[in-house]
């Protein structure tokens, strides 16, 4: 795995792989992929589920600016040429109603096969297919996930005493999950069945992302990738132009880190600051 920070060079590669941004949760880290976004420009982009999470805008609305502005960066990078296909998850499973159809020049589908500038052929998928809690315990899913939910707000408070110490950043729900011997197992056993559905289809390979553990890893000659997630660990998969794919965990550098943080309270200081003058 390649730890980048942000640099004023854009990298322009071949393919560009993104999973589990989860537009909608306070836990999504809009800022750091706006900044991934900007510094990187694909010919293709391949959205792999859990990019919206409607379990979480259900049960309430949260939709702030950088929700849009992700949306319509990636708007923008289909109007320039960039093919966008979207491959819904769990989470935004209502667009698999949706097969086919284009909005705004981005493609759904259900799965893909991607075949690489070397000539390898990866089978791209969400992963919930496989996820037998999803598939046959939707209650108990959604129990987990209100687990998941408590877990990140320890990380929110860890992540903003880590800023301010200086630190880099570091994922306390991404570290209880390693922990736990039974999420140990799961990860194990659905990258197995995962890999089998590749080689099912004759692929060489199989792309998804669903259970927010990055990794590029072969198993028993198939070549196994997962994208992560924008959450915990913030990271994203490039295929190079020559077909290499190279797993990217991106850290924006303190200093934007802080800009970035503060824009919110500087709208708001400058929101009261109008109304202030209005009331005058």
């Given at each position: 795995m390649t730890v980048h920070n942000a640099a004023s060079n854009v990298r322009r590669v071949r393919t560009l792989f993104l999973s589990d941004v989860h537009l909608g949760s306070k836990a999504?880290?809009?800022?750091?992929?706006?900044?991934?976004?900007?510094?990187?420009?694909?010919?293709?982009?391949?959205?792999?589920?859990?990019?919206?999470?409607?379990?979480?805008?259900?049960?309430?609305?949260?939709?702030?600016?950088?929700?849009?502005?992700?949306?319509?960066?990636?708007?923008?990078?289909?109007?320039?040429?960039?093919?966008?296909?979207?491959?819904?998850?769990?989470?935004?499973?209502?667009?698999?109603?949706?097969?086919?159809?284009?909005?705004?020049?981005?493609?759904?589908?259900?799965?893909?096969?991607?075949?690489?500038?070397?000539?390898?052929?990866?089978?791209?998928?969400?992963?919930?297919?496989?996820?037998?809690?999803?598939?046959?315990?939707?209650?108990?899913?959604?129990?987990?996930d209100w687990a998941y939910d408590a877990a990140i707000v320890v990380n929110i408070a860890l992540a903003a005493i880590r800023r301010r110490l200086g630190l880099p950043y570091w994922s306390f729900s991404a570290w209880a999950k390693l922990q736990v011997k039974h999420a140990v197992n799961f990860i194990g056993a659905f990258q197995n069945v995962v890999a089998e559905e590749a080689r099912k289809h004759g692929a060489d390979g199989v792309i998804c992302g669903h259970i927010h553990h990055a990794v590029i890893e072969d198993i028993d000659g198939i070549r196994y990738i997962n994208t992560g997630d924008w959450v915990e660990s913030c990271t994203a998969v490039v295929e190079h132009w020559d077909g290499t794919m190279e797993l990217i965990t991106w850290q924006m550098p303190a200093a934007r880190a802080a800009a970035v943080a503060a824009l919110p309270r500087q709208a708001e200081k400058a929101a009261l600051s109008d109304k202030a003058q209005e009331a005058a």
């Open positions: 999504a880290k809009t800022d750091f992929l706006l900044d991934f976004l900007r510094c990187h420009e694909a010919a293709t982009i391949v959205l792999v589920g859990d990019i919206v999470d409607g379990w979480r805008l259900k049960r309430s609305w949260y939709w702030p600016q950088n929700c849009n502005d992700v949306v319509q960066k990636l708007l923008r990078k289909a109007r320039k040429g960039a093919r966008i296909v979207y491959i819904p998850g769990n989470h935004d499973e209502f667009l698999r109603d949706f097969p086919g159809v284009h909005f705004g020049g981005i493609e759904v589908a259900r799965q893909i096969v991607h075949e690489a500038a070397d000539g390898k052929r990866y089978l791209v998928l969400h992963g919930d297919e496989f996820d037998v809690v999803v598939r046959n315990a939707r209650l108990l899913a959604y129990l987990g």
